[in-house]
């Protein structure tokens, strides 16, 4: 199977009371953590390269890997996504470079602003057969060089979506409920502790998201910042002899329970870093005579899979979906 764009994924996502995972790709072992576990577990993937994974690691480089994983995994449908695009330029580059799917994200701009790039890059993505996924509401957390503090965060307002989906023809769209970039999605002040002492956040906005659906039936809707920081990832990297105090990410429940609706697309790359960074921390701990990078890779490309594994079959419920 070649490359696919995601409008039958969501389709049968939407009908089937599923997500597809879309997950951050910055190297080989990322690539094939994923894309390995997708095909283990029969489930669709979405495989996507933010502006910081192309300066990081070159346009070239990131197509080609992402094409060596469509030739070993031709079972299963694969999306090459463009995550956080800013500027039609870069959604151009990126679609006139193979991507099947970019994401124009606007969301900082008016509510005009936002409408005029989308359609822009929509108009042009269209043509040539790719799909747009376009924002409206603002994170909180760390996308490329926007930082937005929690609490200055804007939640989706639902008024606003139909007329910005009509009017800009967007094929999906990712709506702010709650969710935020990065391993510190919250501050200890908008949580609670539980009897462990561990950060409760604040429950996900359910009642924007439904509104959202009710003014847009059977159109898919993503998720991003939806890393759940496991704590015992976070522990790991504690133990030897990393300093994560008071990680919090969205509780893994909600998102399972968002995938049920009309949430086609869920947005996972920091339990990836904290799983490979947990397991090579560990392992330098522990053979700190080894030195050759496959040595530490190796459990650290198992644990990208364990990680996507373990988000297919309990929180997407994408597995055996292919
Ligand atoms: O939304 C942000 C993603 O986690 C990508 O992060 O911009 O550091 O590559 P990055
Ligand atoms: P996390 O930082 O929660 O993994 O979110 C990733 C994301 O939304 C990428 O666009
Ligand atoms: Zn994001």
């Known amino acids: 199977?070649?490359?696919?764009?995601?409008?039958?994924?969501?389709?049968?996502?939407?009908?089937?009371?599923?997500?597809?995972?879309?997950?951050?790709?910055?190297?080989?072992?990322?690539?094939?953590?994923?894309?390995?576990?997708?095909?283990?577990l029969k489930s669709p993937v979405i495989l996507q390269v933010s502006k910081g994974a192309r300066a990081y690691a070159n346009h070239t480089y990131l197509t080609k890997l992402v094409e060596a994983a469509v030739i070993e995994h031709p079972d299963i449908p694969i999306v090459l996504h463009l995550d956080h695009g800013d500027t039609f330029e870069l959604c151009k580059d990126c679609i006139d470079g193979g991507f099947t799917s970019v994401m124009i994200d606007a969301s900082s701009k008016s509510f005009e602003d936002n409408i005029a790039l989308t359609k822009q890059v929509v108009d042009y993505a269209h043509d040539k057969g790719v799909?747009?996924?376009?924002?409206?509401?603002?994170?909180?957390?760390?996308?490329?060089?926007?930082?937005?503090?929690?609490?200055?965060?804007?939640?989706?307002?639902?008024?606003?979506?139909?007329?910005?989906?009509?009017?800009?023809?967007?094929?999906?769209?990712?709506?702010?409920?709650?969710?935020?970039?990065?391993?510190?999605?919250?501050?200890?002040?908008?949580?609670?502790r539980n009897a462990d002492g561990v950060l409760v956040p604040p429950p996900l906005r359910f009642d924007v998201l439904e509104e959202c659906i009710k003014r847009l039936p059977g159109f898919p809707i993503v998720l991003h910042g939806s890393s759940s920081v496991p704590q015992e990832f976070v522990k790991m990297v504690n133990t030897y002899g990393g300093n994560m105090p008071d990680a919090v990410g969205i509780p893994e429940e909600q998102l399972r329970q968002a995938a049920k609706l009309a949430v086609c697309k869920i947005n996972i790359d920091s339990d990836i870093r904290l799983a490979m960074t947990g397991n090579i921390r560990k392992y330098f701990a522990e053979h700190p005579d080894h030195f050759d990078p496959r040595q530490y890779l190796k459990p650290a490309r198992q644990a990208v899979k364990d990680m996507v594994s373990h988000k297919i079959k309990n929180v997407l419920g994408s597995d055996g979906k292919a």
């Open 1 to 40: 199977m070649a490359l696919v764009t995601s409008t039958e994924m969501f389709k049968k996502a939407y009908d089937g009371g599923y997500a597809v995972g879309a997950f951050n790709v910055n190297n080989m072992e990322i690539v094939q953590g994923i894309t390995e576990a997708a095909d283990e």
């Open 131 to 192: 799909v747009v996924e376009a924002e409206l509401g603002t994170l909180a957390g760390i996308e490329d060089e926007v930082v937005v503090e929690a609490g200055k965060e804007a939640y989706t307002r639902p008024e606003e979506v139909e007329e910005f989906v009509s009017r800009t023809g967007c094929d999906s769209l990712a709506i702010a409920i709650g969710t935020s970039h990065g391993a510190y999605k919250f501050t200890a002040a908008q949580c609670t």
